[in-house]
């Protein structure tokens, strides 16, 4: 297991540190939300759901993304916005998805996952096969009408999903204290007869400990469970660079948070032999997708014209 948690942990930060190398070259022509830093939330909660089960997440969802084992070739020819990528090259950074990995998909429009993961973790009851979903969102979507209406229906008719608010603090450059009249999110979210977790430790073991026994209360027909895990966004809210300078939050909250890198914590756990060699093998994924990205073709101007709907 340690060894699983430490190469979805490097794999997630190393090609989103790729991309922000990338970015600067203009090959990437998608607004991109890194999750540089917070990756270990996604690690441990995806780490506790089977292959069958389904995810979803926000516009900075490249972690949940890889850590449920999207298409990494697919997901880079996306960053591109060539025809190979996981949305045709369309919809970029913040509309992944992989059906065949169920990986739901992501939306750019705050909250706007939370009642599509309700709905269709009310198509999995029905199927009747114990699949769920799990709904990552954060703490500034916690904060929209739809959040509470979903937490009311899926409380009220024991909808098989986890609600995963990762708190980083900030709605954009707003400060939780600036927005939330208490910090008592679980304890709300209690109201709804829904059980709660608060992690506050920042700790990919924790997280998935907690993960594992909200999925056994909701595998057991219950409803729905909530998790609310504390985490720190290292970089900018869109792009590729850091923004300490911008005044709205200090580098010492930063170091404190590198202090406990999971990445770094989980790695020194491993054989260093061991650790080099799973490194060498992400270096050689990343390059490969990379390429494949490169060697794309654009979409044809008629794609325009695919997948659009109207009444």
Same mark, same amino acid.
């Given at each position: 297991?340690?060894?699983?948690?430490?190469?979805?942990?490097?794999?997630?930060?190393?090609?989103?540190?790729?991309?922000?190398?990338?970015?600067?070259?203009?090959? $990437?022509?998608?607004?991109?939300?890194?999750?540089?830093?917070?990756?270990?939330?996604?690690?441990?909660?995806?780490?506790?759901?089977?292959?069958?089960?389904?995810?979803?997440?926000?516009?900075?969802?490249?972690?949940?993304?890889?850590?449920?084992? %999207?298409?990494?070739?697919?997901?880079?020819?996306?960053?591109?916005?060539?025809?190979?990528? =996981?949305? %045709?090259?369309?919809?970029?950074?913040?509309?992944?998805?992989?059906?065949?990995?169920?990986?739901?998909?992501?939306?750019?429009?705050?909250?706007?996952? $939370?009642?599509?993961?309700? %709905?269709?973790?009310?198509?999995?009851?029905?199927?009747?096969?114990?699949?769920?979903?799990? =709904?990552?969102? %954060?703490?500034?979507?916690?904060?929209?009408?739809?959040?509470?209406?979903?937490?009311?229906?899926?409380?009220? +008719?024991?909808?098989?999903?986890?609600?995963? =608010?990762?708190?980083?603090?900030?709605?954009?450059?707003?400060?939780?204290?600036?927005?939330?009249?208490?910090?008592?999110?679980?304890?709300?979210?209690?109201?709804?007869?829904?059980?709660?977790? +608060?992690?506050?430790?920042?700790?990919?073991?924790? $997280?998935?400990?907690?993960?594992?026994?909200?999925?056994?209360?909701?595998?057991?027909?219950?409803?729905?469970?909530?998790?609310? =895990?504390?985490?720190?966004?290292?970089?900018?809210?869109?792009?590729?660079?850091?923004?300490?300078?911008?005044?709205?939050?200090?580098?010492?909250?930063?170091?404190?948070?590198?202090?406990?890198?999971?990445?770094?914590?989980?790695?020194?756990?491993?054989?260093?032999?061991?650790?080099?060699?799973?490194?060498?093998?992400?270096?050689?994924?990343?390059?490969?997708?990379?390429?494949?990205?490169?060697?794309?073709?654009?979409?044809?101007?008629?794609?325009?014209?695919?997948?659009?709907?109207?009444?």
């Amino acid at each position: 297991m340690v060894e699983d948690i430490y190469r979805s942990l490097r794999l997630i930060r190393r090609t989103e540190e790729e991309v922000a190398r990338l970015y600067p070259s203009d090959v $990437i022509k998608s607004p991109i939300h890194l999750s540089i830093g917070q990756e270990f939330v996604s690690v441990g909660v995806i780490g506790a759901v089977g292959d069958d089960d389904v995810v979803s997440a926000t516009y900075r969802g490249h972690a949940a993304y890889i850590a449920k084992g %999207g298409d990494l070739r697919r997901f880079m020819a996306e960053m591109y916005g060539k025809a190979n990528g =996981c949305a %045709g090259g369309k919809a970029g950074s913040m509309h992944l998805i992989d059906m065949e990995r169920n990986v739901l998909g992501m939306s750019a429009v705050v909250a706007t996952t $939370i009642p599509v993961s309700v %709905g269709y973790a009310m198509a999995l009851k029905r199927e009747g096969r114990g699949r769920i979903v799990v =709904c990552f969102f %954060g703490d500034g979507a916690s904060e929209e009408g739809v959040f509470s209406e979903s937490l009311n229906f899926a409380s009220l +008719h024991k909808i098989p999903v986890l609600f995963v =608010c990762e708190n980083n603090g900030y709605a954009i450059h707003a400060r939780i204290e600036e927005r939330w009249a208490n910090e008592a999110l679980s304890r709300r979210v209690e109201t709804f007869g829904i059980p709660a977790r +608060h992690v506050a430790d920042g700790n990919v073991f924790s $997280i998935r400990k907690a993960a594992e026994e909200l999925v056994g209360y909701i595998r057991a027909g219950n409803g729905p469970a909530f998790m609310e =895990c504390a985490a720190y966004r290292w970089r900018e809210h869109v792009g590729p660079n850091e923004d300490y300078n911008d005044g709205y939050r200090e580098r010492a909250a930063l170091e404190a948070w590198q202090a406990k890198d999971q990445m770094e914590v989980v790695g020194a756990m491993l054989d260093q032999g061991r650790r080099r060699t799973i490194d060498a093998g992400i270096e050689e994924m990343i390059a490969d997708a990379v390429q494949f990205a490169d060697a794309g073709p654009w979409p044809e101007p008629e794609q325009l014209y695919a997948h659009v709907f109207a009444d």
